[in-house]
């Protein structure tokens, strides 16, 4: 039987897809997924990342969530 595929999740990243983040953060559910599986879709108004400091950031198309928000670097972390 063949070992599930895995797929690499980012570490923190400026940019995502030509878009600057407002600052440096890990990406996060929808955008991560979009990296980590190369996947060709439509991008939503609003992108996750997790941020490294203890506040929520909501700007330039951006949320930006505390460390403790943080998903597990796995499909089902990033998908609930």
Sequence with gaps: MA???E???SGPVNVFQELRLPETATLAGYS???RAYG???PLPRTLSATGEHHRIT???GWR???PRHAPHST??????
Excluded: D, N, W, Y
């Design 3 to 5: 070992a599930p595929q």
């Design 7 to 9: 797929h690499q999740f």
């Design 32 to 34: 991560a997924l979009i």
């Design 39 to 41: 996947l060709a879709v």
């Design 58 to 60: 909501k700007r330039a």
């Design 64 to 66: 930006i969530v505390t």
């Design 75 to 80: 499909l089902e972390g990033h998908s609930l």
